[in-house]
């Protein structure tokens, strides 16, 4: 009896335990940081000692301190389309390194011709009087660069925009056409910075500015003009290195004046171009900034709209004097009918497709390809008789 009572109390005991049981949830490693690094020194250019102070935005570290002995395996900073910030860890899988960090061709560096003549080179396949060239790319000093962690924007690297999507993004990678923001998160700006070449020097933009300038949603029906306006602008940085292609953004309440959604257009302005001469929708590139998260969001049909002009009240224009235009269409069409029907006549084309159809073939006799037939008697064609029991 105390044997039954004391299995039952045990199984009683472990089907608590069991029902009890919770599978322990390791907490996911943070991809940002919101804790500052010290400053730390560095020597660069032949012994110059430098103190390199960090500085965090979004998350993300600028100027740390790299690792000591260097990691290949180093984490980088990605963006997404809207230009939100994600860290990528690279993994080394049987001898392959999967998502590792971004190489950009030969996009940033410069290109160095070399001439040699044959004296100079003494080659035995060359004559004398050949002259041989030789492209040398020289890649940029990355003593500030390499305190960036955040992929860089190349041309491979552009999206497409326009209504037909053949136009390119240049020189932004990030963010992408008619992406939304919302206020109080952090965007990252970024283009190509060998985009800004100055065709009067040959030189390419030292200094930029990011101008975020509100555009109607009914621009076109505004008499919208292309130079900037100060009333329209909501945001204008100050002049940045234009070697470093990034630029935070942080949409404020303040840009919405009271209203859920506002469009706008992102340009950036290179130092050789005055505020005059500045155009922000050559190459700007638009977003919507909403006070929240939106329910729903653009349709490809309706950015393609956007994109054609057809925004607002014109849209609806448009779409009810199409009914319109057929209604008259067909009018027009019963009135010329019944003006001409005095002069409709159809009948030599309806005689001529009744006698194709129901012309005389003549005599099989008289036909050339039976002519020459030779045709038996009834009576000499052979019979079949059957044999009687």
């Known amino acids: ?42 020597t660069i250019y032949s012994g110059v000692k430098e103190i390199v102070t960090p500085t965090i935005i979004a998350g993300v570290t600028f100027s740390a301190k790299p690792p000591n002995p260097p990691n290949p395996l180093q984490p980088w900073v990605s963006l997404k389309n809207d230009g939100i910030p ?3 860890k690279p993994q080394l899988k049987n001898g392959i390194t999967k998502k590792a ?32 060239e030789e492209e040398e790319f020289i890649p940029e000093d990355d003593t500030y660069l390499k305190l960036n962690p955040i992929i860089r924007c190349a041309p491979d690297r552009y999206s ?27 965007y990252f700006v970024s283009w190509f910075t060998r985009f800004f070449k100055n065709e009067d020097t040959g030189k390419f933009a030292e ?37 470093e292609g990034i630029y935070p953004i942080t949409p404020e309440d303040a840009w919405l004046e009271g209203e859920h959604e506002k469009k706008f257009v992102i340009s950036v302005q290179p130092d050789y171009i005055s505020d005059e ?33 057809l925004t607002g009240t014109k849209w609806y224009y448009i779409a009810l004097s199409m009914p319109a235009a057929v209604a008259v269409a067909l009018f027009c069409m019963y009135v010329f009918l019944r003006i001409n029907k005095g002069n409709r006549e159809f009948s ?18 008289e036909m050339s390809r039976f002519k020459n037939m030779k045709n038996h008697k009834y009576e000499e064609l052979p019979t079949y008789q059957r044999k009687s029991d």
């Open 1 to 42: 009896m105390r044997t039954t009572l004391f299995a039952i109390l045990l199984g009683l005991l472990i089907n608590d335990f069991v029902v009890a049981y919770k599978p322990v949830i390791e907490p996911k490693e943070k991809l940002t940081t919101t804790e500052t690094p010290k400053p730390w020194v560095r």
């Open 86 to 88: 994600v860290t990528i």
């Open 101 to 132: 960090s971004p190489t950009y061709s030969t996009y940033f560096m410069d290109v160095k011709t070399h001439t040699f003549s044959f004296e100079e080179l003494e080659a035995h396949n060359m004559d004398p009087n050949d002259v041989h």
């Open 160 to 186: 497409e925009k326009g209504l037909a999507k053949n136009i390119k993004s240049e020189p932004f990678c990030t963010p992408r056409e008619a992406t939304e923001w919302r206020v109080g998160r952090t």
């Open 207 to 243: 200094k930029v500015r990011v101008h975020l300038m509100e555009v109607p949603m009914e621009a076109k029906e505004k008499g919208y003009h292309n130079k900037r306006s100060t009333n329209d602008v909501v945001h204008s940085s100050d002049w940045l290195k234009n070697l």
């Open 277 to 309: 001469d500045f155009d922000p929708l050559e190459y700007g590139i638009f977003v919507y900034i909403l006070l929240q998260s939106r329910v729903y969001k653009h349709s490809k049909e309706q950015i393609a709209l956007e994109n054609a002009g």
């Open 348 to 365: 030599d084309v309806t005689n001529k497709a009744l006698k194709k159809k129901h012309r005389v073939i003549g005599k099989i006799s």
